[in-house]
Antibody, heavy 124, light 107 residues
Framework: QLQLQESGPGLVKSSETLSLTCTVS??????????WGWIRQPPGKGLEWIGS???????NYNPSLKSRVTISVDTSKNQFSLKLRFVTAADTAVYYC????????????????WGHGTLVTVSS | DIQMTQSPSSLSASMGDRVTITCRPS??????LNWYQQKPGKAPKLLIY???SLQSGVPSRFSGSGSGTDFTLTISSLQPEDFATYYC?????????FGQGTKVEIK
């Protein structure tokens, strides 16, 4: 059964860089049917899609964050990572990683499974 | 970006009630619509994908319908474990976007 686990610092100082890693177990990140994504949720609020990556490195980013975000993949470690630069208090959130699945030949995609999430707090 | 509008934002219902949640995207998205359930302190869980396909392991009391700009999630008979927040999400284009959520509470 595929599992995803987020890891990284729970506290980041304002103006610095938030760095998280998602480790995939129970399956290979190098699959032609999946993108791998990051989603965040500020405390008490809704879900915001940050971006996603294909195993060969193709990325999609949310335009609202694009200037500050980099998502990368390390197939040798079966991991993908998120870097968010110049963080502020508004970036305080639970950060989730998830697989974006597509069952070819259907064009539809969905997010499943998700990691448990990790709370990142930006301090001043 | 495609804006996703859910209604209602919250509802109170009793065990056994039929519950309907609506999701309307700001533009047509064919059937590129997914539904998730989130309980406090937990990650979202996929319920319905491609508008009406039930994810494996999800009880059959959950169903989805719709296409284009009008979608519905229905819980046919509300159970204690169904009290949660529900989100719709479009996968028609990037950035992927979510509805604001519908909180289902106990009446």
């Amino acid at each position: 059964q595929l599992q995803l686990q987020e890891s990284g610092p729970g506290l980041v100082k304002s103006s610095e860089t938030l760095s998280l890693t998602c480790t995939v177990s129970g399956g290979s990140i190098s699959s032609s049917s999946y993108y791998w994504g990051w989603i965040r949720q500020p405390p008490g609020k809704g879900l915001e899609w940050i971006g996603s990556i294909f195993w060969i490195g193709n990325t999609n980013y949310n335009p609202s964050l694009k200037s500050r975000v980099t998502i990368s993949v390390d197939t040798s470690k079966n991991q993908f990572s998120l870097k968010l630069r110049f963080v502020t208090a508004a970036d305080t959130a639970v950060y989730y990683c998830a697989r974006e699945e597509q069952q070819l030949p259907s064009p539809y995609t969905w997010l499943d499974p998700w990691g448990h999430g990790t709370l990142v707090t930006v301090s001043s | 970006d495609i804006q996703m509008t859910q209604s209602p934002s919250s509802l109170s219902a009793s065990m056994g009630d039929r519950v309907t949640i609506t999701c309307r995207p700001s533009q047509t998205i064919s059937r590129y619509l997914n539904w998730y359930q989130q309980k406090p302190g937990k990650a979202p869980k996929l319920l319905i994908y491609a508008a009406s396909s039930l994810q494996s392991g999800v009880p059959s009391r959950f169903s989805g319908s719709g296409s284009g700009t009008d979608f519905t999630l229905t819980i046919s008979s509300l159970q204690p474990e169904d009290f949660a927040t529900y989100y719709c999400q479009q996968s028609y284009s990037t950035p992927r976007t979510f509805g604001q959520g519908t909180k289902v509470e106990i009446k």
